[in-house]
């Protein structure tokens, strides 16, 4: 009896099993396609939802016996909205499946504007049977950085594609000049699409010798994009200490459109610094004063610095003007470049000769290592100007009188004739020529006659006549003296 049981359970496990076996399994053939792709780069003027239509769905039975399940949308976030099912706005659908067979179903919906880039959270429930599935969305980025320019000392030298890109052959001295292709893949009509961002670079390695860490902060309105002319632009030069080596550079773009949508963009790109053995260059061709005129004298101050790995025992510089009678030559040591003692400071104090003529003039530095081999040439221009000396006017002197002035005798003849005047006058200026009084005949003019009357007596007059007064009074006295005698 007991055997007989143990037998029909077996046997029941076993239906079990097989039933199992033989029923219907439905599944997702295609469940990665529940995150649904979100471009807004058709949205226009106000538009305040994302509308996707008919994005497809698959269903499989991969069982052996046929199959009845029910399909349906639940649990959908506020702003989720107009989602239909098949097209119908009921959220709920009976589906057969034959065994082995599959059935498509479509969702569309409208999904909200301003989300962050990338995957989002579940929003709602996609429900097969008893199974369910999360609905998410993966919002595209509306800010692209298409490609970055790359100018070496003001010569493009290449385009960097893709992150990790490197920038090689690099070496002390040189400018690097990285221009920024971006671009704003909004509709130009939507109202919504302008976005601000900062993109920030940095370099941190104490074998570069200093760090980079800059920020440029951008705007691009709603459809523009920028190129290697008009984007926007961080430039940097590998400092002269820098060891040869292999860097990473960190770009970082942080953006928000006008929904307060956020934008990530990361990108980093290796810079290789080399060095060569021997590069001795001169630096910096100073003139002080750089333009000459009356006094003649200048100092050229010049910097030759060793961006080399081999120090240099025996470097030299030559500066050289024909025009300007220099043949000058330094002899110097310089330590490898990445040493702080790796420059010379020279000073050349000079006079251009008085009989030069005005004009501008070259001074012409070659630096050289092991003495003889030319390692690099530059110029400084000195401009000659003539010498202009200022004009001196005596404080005192008028200019532009307005009218002549006359001196004026008058000379009587032993007949009493009528009395004619002479004058003398200092040279005219032409107003004054115009303004002039003359003299007609034996007639005074009213000038001469204005100038006689209205002339004031001078201290010699009052003198001569208290004289012949006194004189007078003395005779007086003496006549009163005799008569008193007489008497």
Not at 116 to 145: C, H, P, Q, R, W
Not at 314 to 340: E, R, V
Request: with cysteine; hydrophobic share 35%; net charge negative.
């Amino acid at each position: 009896m007991k055997l007989h049981l143990g037998i029909i359970g077996i046997f029941g496990i076993l239906l079990v099993l097989l039933a199992a076996m033989v029923s219907a399994k439905v599944e997702l053939s295609n469940a990665n396609e529940l995150v649904i792709p979100v471009d807004y780069g058709d949205l226009n003027d106000n538009d305040n939802e994302f509308v996707f239509e008919n994005h497809n769905i698959i269903l499989k039975n991969t069982g052996t016996a046929a199959e009845n399940v029910i399909v349906s949308i639940t649990g959908l976030n506020s702003g989720y909205t107009n989602f239909k099912l098949d097209g119908s706005t009921t959220l709920s659908k009976n589906i057969t499946l034959n065994s082995d067979g599959t059935e498509s179903i479509t969702i569309s919906g409208e999904i909200p504007v301003g989300l962050d880039v990338g995957k989002t959270s579940s929003f709602g429930k996609l429900n097969v049977g008893s199974d369910s599935f999360d609905l998410t969305a993966e919002i595209e980025s509306m800010l692209e950085l298409k490609n970055i320019y790359v100018f070496i000392n003001d010569i493009k030298e290449k385009n960097l594609n893709d992150e990790g890109d490197t920038i090689s052959d690099l070496t002390p001295g040189d400018k690097v000049e990285l221009r920024f292709g971006l671009d704003n893949k909004f509709d130009n009509d939507y109202n919504d699409g302008d976005i601000d961002g900062t993109i920030t670079i940095q370099l941190d390695d104490s074998d570069f010798g200093e760090d980079i860490d800059e920020d440029i902060d951008f705007t691009l309105g709603a459809g523009d994009n920028t190129g290697e002319s008009d984007g926007p632009m961080f430039s940097f030069t590998i400092p002269s200490d820098a060891d040869e080596n292999d860097y990473t550079l960190e770009i970082t773009i942080d953006a928000d459109d006008d929904n307060n949508a956020n934008y990530e963009i990361n990108w980093n790109i290796d810079i290789s610094v080399d060095r060569k053995s021997d590069d001795v260059r001169i630096e910096q061709m100073q003139l002080l004063p750089a333009e000459v005129s009356c006094s003649r004298k200048f100092v050229l101050s010049t910097k030759v610095t060793n961006y080399g790995s081999d120090s240099q025992k025996y470097g030299s510089l030559n500066l050289i003007s024909s025009d300007l009678g220099i043949d000058q030559k330094y002899d110097f040591t310089l330590d490898s470049g990445t040493s702080n003692n790796n420059f010379a400071m020279k000073e050349y104090t000079g006079e251009a000769k008085a009989d030069l003529a005005p004009g501008t003039y070259t001074i012409t530095g070659k630096a050289f290592y092991d003495y003889t081999t030319i390692s690099d040439l530059s110029e400084a221009k000195l401009v000659v100007k003539e010498c202009v000396k200022p004009t001196k006017t005596a404080s005192n002197v008028t200019e532009n009188k307005s009218a002549e002035v006359i001196t004026s005798t008058i000379n009587l003849d032993t007949k009493g004739a009528t009395a004619k005047p002479t004058t003398t006058a200092p040279a005219k200026t032409a107003a004054a020529t115009t303004n002039a009084p003359t003299t007609d005949g034996n007639q005074l003019s009213s000038a001469v006659i204005a100038q006689i009357i209205e002339s004031p007596y001078s201290a010699d007059d009052y003198i001569l006549a208290g004289l012949v007064v006194a004189i007078i009074l003395m005779l007086v006295l003496i006549v009163l003296f005799i008569v008193v005698l007489q008497k």
